[in-house]
């Protein structure tokens, strides 16, 4: 199961208004917890993360543990040991000149980047200014995230990490003491940027040294250059109405609907831009449906229920469908509407109340 897989279930199965980023950073966290030997054979609901803008990186719900099962305690034993050693016999961090240190202070994107080829830009989601969230491809399945927030979550999310660490430890960079905290899967620093700060994480990495080295590569660019690094197939303000209308045809869309230009004031990539474009318009048809069910129109009930019945024919959808599991959710409230059911619940899983753009 990929991260956007991940991200799709875990929006199933709670009807709330969802980030995608926020569900990039709880599968992984989800990973290391079962790698630390902890067996819960139920999820609880109280285990999905509380998706509040302002709380930074989700925060997984305690409970008590019960007693590991003999084979995933000698696994989780093994990780820990192995962890300690490598730890342990790490040379220490490196000097601070050969980070960068040019002061970091910013209100919303700091616009950094990765000066070294081997880093592929993979996926990019913004929700707001102060709350993005871009990963890179390395080699062999290395990951490579940063992560953006506002400052005001910074000391939350110190605290939240530093509980499920091997070793946490600090340096200066770009001009900051920032904590540095390593697991047994990944290395993670926290950067204060003013009224942000930044998280640089590499899952899966080698070394100390290597993840010493993606520190090393970060620069600060400008943002024209910072959009022209993304790629083709990244939808930015300036390309959104046109790249919209370009994915929506074959869509059939409710009368009336309409979209701002630009589309987006962020630049997103490909999949999270559809997934918005889909949401706008199965909102837009849904209140359409709302409306007319409790006006009783059959006639109107019938004219939604013909266009969300077209899905498998929608192009967008389907090729979202090749990347993603975003699409799983429109034949469910699709064959509501058939049989005239209430929709509500739908509608608040969709964040179907709040702007968009």
Known sequence: MNNREFEDLMHRVRPAPSSPARFHRAGQELLEEILRGDRNDDVLPDRIPALDLDDGPPALATRPSRRPWPAAAAVAAAVVAVCVVLVQGR??????????????????????????DRWRPASLVQNAPDDGEQQFTGEGDEKLTIWW??????????????????????????????????????????????????????????DHEEFLAVLSSLRVVDPQKWNADLGEGTVTPGNSAATAATMLRGVPLPAGFDLPDPVTELSQDRYYFGT?????????????????????????????????????DWPLLNEMNETGDWGAQVPVFAAKVSIRQDVSSYMEQLSCDLPRG
């Open 91 to 116: 040379a220490p961090v490196a000097p601070a000149d050969e980070l960068p240190q040019e002061p970091l202070v910013a209100t919303g994107n700091p616009y950094l980047t990765v000066d070294d």
């Open 276 to 312: 918005e474009l889909l949401t706008a318009v199965s909102c837009a048809w849904l209140e359409d449906y709302t409306h007319a069910r409790a006006d009783r129109d059959e006639e109107s009930m019938a004219a939604v229920d013909t266009a969300l019945s077209s899905h498998r």
């Open 149 to 206: 927030g506002p400052e005001s979550a910074y000391e939350r999310t110190v605290q939240r990490i530093g509980a499920d660490v091997s070793r946490r430890t600090s340096l200066t960079i770009f001009g900051r003491q920032a904590p540095l905290f390593e697991t047994a899967l990944s290395e993670q620093i926290l950067i204060p940027a003013g009224e942000i700060f930044v998280s640089v994480r590499l899952d899966r990495a080698r």
